[in-house]
Structures are given as structure tokens and as C-alpha cells.
């Protein structure tokens, strides 16, 4: 599943925001290029992500495939610490992460990818 070849383009903040399955209200996902096949475990996702102002999650959860997310805007809370814009995480699989808070609301862009032929 290769990720189409896309040159610059303007990203439309706007529209095409939908809810993640399984994600509580007020989180949004807008996908920027890329699929993800969990049960395939195969590909690659580019995602901008937002909470809007006091969204937040209630446990901890974690994943199958590699993540990492850079908070464009806004603040994240996470495990009594507050991040914000140009601060950045890289997850590998299976690590427990969140929950997760914002009071301002953010804007993350976040990889979500399988394989370990991006590690050292």
C-alpha cells in the first residue's frame, strides 16, 4: 500500500474531519495521505488530529504499529505534563499510552506506521 505521490496542496482545516472509531467525543482525525491495515498490520498513515477545547480521553490505551506525534498547536496533557506546539513523541508497538487532555484544544500531525525497518 504505497502512499500516493501528492506535491504541495493546501490543507483544508475546515471540512473532511471525522471521528475516530473508538475515540470520545470532541476528537478528530483528518487523514492526510497514506492507509493503515491493522489487521493486515501493513502501511503507513500521515493524520492530523484535534481535540477540541476540553476533549479528552479517560485510560490508557496502546497499539500494534509505530507512532509519532509532533503537537502543531494548543496544548496536550498527558501524565500531569503539558505539552505544546514543536514538542514531539515516537512510540514503538505496545507501548501504553495517554490519557490525554487538552483545555485549549490542539492540533497534532501524527505517523502511524509497521515494521521495524525505521529503527536503528
Not at 55 to 63: G, L, N, R, S, Y
Request: glycine share 10%; with cysteine; proline share 9%.
Amino acid at each position: 500500500m504505497p502512499k500516493e505521490h501528492r506535491e504541495f496542496f493546501t490543507v483544508d482545516l475546515e471540512t473532511g474531519w471525522e471521528s475516530p472509531p473508538g475515540y470520545p467525543p470532541g476528537i478528530q482525525q483528518k487523514i492526510l495521505s497514506g492507509e493503515l491495515d491493522e489487521v493486515g498490520r501493513r502501511g503507513i498513515r500521515t493524520r492530523l488530529l484535534r481535540f477540541l477545547p476540553g476533549a479528552h480521553t479517560d485510560i490508557p490505551f496502546e497499539h500494534e504499529y509505530w507512532e509519532e506525534v509532533n503537537v502543531l498547536s494548543g496544548d496536550l496533557q498527558v501524565g500531569g505534563h503539558t505539552f505544546r506546539r514543536f514538542t514531539h513523541a515516537c512510540r514503538p508497538p505496545h507501548v501504553p499510552h495517554g490519557p490525554f487532555a487538552s483545555e485549549q484544544g490542539c492540533l497534532l500531525l501524527e505517523l502511524h506506521y509497521f515494521g521495524s525497518e525505521i529503527r536503528d
